[in-house]
């Protein structure tokens, strides 16, 4: 059974930096989405299997990085420069064994953690 269990959510200040962990119970590439209420979900950032290859959404490019240590099995989203926008529930996915480049697209991703809340205050 794969399990993705996110941490680091919050409450912080517009320009407020937040660092979020995905810990996983394998290797995958892993993607970070996010729903704020009453929106669909979207692309945040993705990251391939080694760590050598990365996407950003237009919105947070510049402002997230995300990284990966393979020896933990974590992946990290470090979001700095926070807007109040940012504020959502955010969710780690994972690609399936053999899928592993990084991947805007939902569909790909079949393993999902159980979300984290991210509320930046104006």
């Known amino acids: 059974q794969v399990q993705l269990v996110e941490s680091g959510g919050g409450l912080v200040q517009a320009g407020g930096s937040l660092r979020l962990a995905c810990a996983a119970s394998?290797?995958?590439?892993m993607g970070w989405f996010r729903q704020a209420p009453g929106k669909e979900r979207e692309f945040v950032s993705a990251?391939?299997?080694?760590?050598?290859?990365?996407l950003f959404a237009h919105a947070v490019k510049g402002r997230f990085t995300i990284s990966r240590d393979n020896a933990k099995n974590t992946v990290y989203l470090q979001m700095n420069s926070l807007k109040p926008e940012d504020t959502a529930v955010y969710y780690c996915?994972?690609?399936?064994?053999?899928?592993?480049?990084?991947?805007?697209?939902?569909?790909?991703?079949?393993?999902w953690g159980q979300g984290t809340q991210v509320t930046v205050s104006s």
């Open positions: 996915a994972g690609r399936s064994v053999g899928n592993n480049g990084p991947s805007s697209d939902p569909v790909h991703y079949v393993y």
């Open positions: 394998g290797r995958y590439a």
């Open positions: 990251i391939n299997w080694s760590g050598s290859s990365t």
